[in-house]
């Protein structure tokens, strides 16, 4: 007797700063099991008809000028045979983001954050590796914005959702205990210090911008002004910008979720900026509280 097996197979792999010498003492390396990260990979599927069907960067809803990186978890994520995000980024986006070993590779987190995934960082060795300086002389200017949400809103350890840090007065922004106002969302200002921006909620999707220009700080956190004008100088920093963490001298893993970046290297308008918040609250249902 025949029979006819029809199988379909739905492959959704979606997804889903800083000190002088106070630091703490820098972290082992994670045991490298392979010299380079495997190459079986699958990228993720379109998403479904309705859901922001716009992943290349010449159709984004937001800004593309000076646009360098963008990540969403819904689109552009490749991962290995295990489901292990091996690299992550939008259709068109000047850059990705990389795992360079395999104890570094986050995961998938599917509905994560409204419904939608995202990328998954275990707080351990997870980190992924974009080759961007975000050196104050090699970008002067840098917009950082993000969807994430934090497993924990412990201030120890030291974690960071980007950085790029040696020790040095470097940009890195997370969590940190050392905010003279006890915030545990902070930003490292190099010559200013941990500057305090926020006290978030553990598990509690957040939308989040950073602009560094002119030798100066802005913030703001689901759409209204957080700090502005704090003064932030920086000195030499690594070559590559990391995101879960901030390299591999201190790490400072991320342990939580990142929905979606968008890196530009300029500074965005008001209007922009608020094109921005708005796409990213529609598609995470976060509330935008601007004045």
């Given at each position: 007797m025949n029979r006819t097996i029809a199988?379909?197979?739905?492959?959704?792999?979606?997804?889903?700063?800083?000190?002088?010498?106070?630091e703490p003492a820098p972290t082992a390396p994670p045991p490298a099991t392979t010299s380079s990260v495997a190459t079986a990979t699958t990228a993720t599927a379109a998403p479904a008809t309705g859901t922001f069907p716009d992943v290349n960067?010449?159709?984004?809803?937001?800004?593309?000028?000076?646009?360098?990186l963008w990540l969403r978890g819904d689109y552009g994520v490749v991962t290995d045979a295990e489901g292990k995000v091996t690299s992550w980024a939008v259709e068109g986006s000047q850059l990705k983001a990389e795992a360079k070993q395999p104890a570094e590779m986050p995961a998938v987190a599917?509905?994560?954050?409204?419904?939608?995934?995202?990328?998954?960082?275990?707080?351990?060795?997870?980190?992924?590796?974009v080759p961007i300086s975000i050196d104050a002389e090699a970008s002067p200017e840098?917009?950082?914005i993000s969807v994430w949400s934090s497993a924990t809103a412990d201030k120890d350890p030291l974690r960071k959702l980007y950085g790029a840090d040696d020790g040095g007065y470097d940009r890195a922004a997370g969590i940190d205990g050392r905010a003279s106002d006890g915030s545990n969302y902070t930003v490292f200002a190099g010559g200013g210090g941990v500057v305090g921006i926020f006290t978030f909620v553990a598990n509690t999707p957040t939308l989040t911008i950073e602009n560094y220009a002119n030798k100066k700080l802005n913030t703001?956190?689901?759409?209204?002004?957080?700090?502005?004008?704090?003064d932030a100088e920086y000195d030499?920093?690594?070559?590559?910008?990391?995101?879960?963490?901030?390299?591999?001298?201190?790490t400072e893993p991320w342990k939580g979720d990142l929905a979606e970046m968008l890196i530009y290297k300029?500074?965005?308008?008001?209007?922009?900026r608020k094109k921005v918040e708005d796409y990213l609250s529609a598609k995470y249902g976060v509330k935008l509280t601007r004045p």
């Open positions: 199988v379909l197979l739905l492959v959704s792999v979606v997804v889903v700063a800083c000190k002088k010498k106070e960067v010449a159709n984004a809803p937001v800004p593309s000028n000076g646009l360098q599917a509905n994560a954050v409204n419904g939608k995934p995202a990328v998954h960082f275990d707080g351990d060795h997870n980190m992924l590796e840098l917009t950082v703001w956190v689901n759409g209204a002004a957080a700090k502005s004008n704090i030499h920093m690594p070559d590559h910008l990391y995101i879960g963490g901030t390299g591999h001298t201190y300029r500074t965005l308008t008001d209007e922009e």
